[in-house]
Antibody, heavy 119, light 107 residues
Framework: QVQLQESGPGLVRPSETLSLTCTVS????????WTWIRQPPGKGLEWIGY???????NYNPSLEGRVTISVDTSRNHFSLNLRSVTPADTATYFC?????????????WGQGILVTVSS | DIQLTQSPSFMSASVGDRVIITCRAS??????LNWYQQKPGKAPKLLIY???NLQTGVPSRFSGSGSGTDFTVTISSLQPEDFATYYC?????????FGQGTKVEMK
């Protein structure tokens, strides 16, 4: 059974770049879409973007220009970079795997990592 | 973008109750509607996909229906472990979106 684990700093300064990695174990990163989703404290879910193992990406238009998702198939992980962060980017960030490889719904999730943007 | 509006946003219910949550899309999305359950401090869990398909391992008391713009998830007999927040999500457009959530609390 595939497992996902987010990692990265829990505190980021305003105007800096938030960088997270999702490590995939128990399965290959190939042939799937991989997604980042976030949830501000006490609020709902927001899709950030996804990447196919080949490198094709699609981002939430509200974040486009600040977000980059990349994949490293040799290390079986994918990453999120969010530039010029503000306190509004404070959230729990989840990585997730597409259920069927291309259905854009998610049956495997990481546990989430809380990232706080504060000086 | 396609907006999803859930109703109600909050509900109080008792064990054994039949619970129905609605999700309305701002335009037609065929059957590309999925439901998740989230408990505090946990990642969401996929319950139903493509409007009416029960995810493997999900109890049969959960069911989903709808197409086009109007969808529902029904819990036939609410169990203690079902108190949680439920989200709908559309996978119709390239811009993936969620509903605002429905919190089901114990009455």
């Amino acid at each position: 059974q595939v497992q996902l684990q987010e990692s990265g700093p829990g505190l980021v300064r305003p105007s800096e770049t938030l960088s997270l990695t999702c490590t995939v174990s128990g399965g290959s990163i190939k042939n799937y879409y991989w997604t980042w989703i976030r949830q501000p404290p006490g609020k709902g879910l927001e899709w950030i973007g996804y990447i196919y193992y080949s490198g094709d990406t699609n981002y939430n238009p509200s974040l486009e220009g600040r977000v980059t998702i990349s994949v490293d198939t040799s290390r079986n992980h994918f990453s999120l970079n969010l530039r010029s962060v503000t306190p509004a980017d404070t959230a729990t960030y989840f990585c997730a795997r597409d259920k069927d490889g291309y259905s854009f719904l998610w049956d495997s999730w990481g546990q989430g990592i809380l990232v706080t943007v504060s000086s | 973008d396609i907006q999803l509006t859930q109703s109600p946003s909050f509900m109080s219910a008792s064990v054994g109750d039949r619970v129905i949550i609605t999700c309305r899309a701002s335009r037609g999305i065929s059957s590309y509607l999925n439901w998740y359950q989230q408990k505090p401090g946990k990642a969401p869990k996929l319950l139903i996909y493509a409007a009416s398909n029960l995810q493997t391992g999900v109890p049969s008391r959960f069911s989903g229906s709808g197409s086009g713009t109007d969808f529902t998830v029904t819990i036939s007999s609410l169990q203690p472990e079902d108190f949680a927040t439920y989200y709908c999500q559309q996978s119709y457009s390239n811009f993936l979106t969620f509903g605002q959530g429905t919190k089901v609390e114990m009455k």
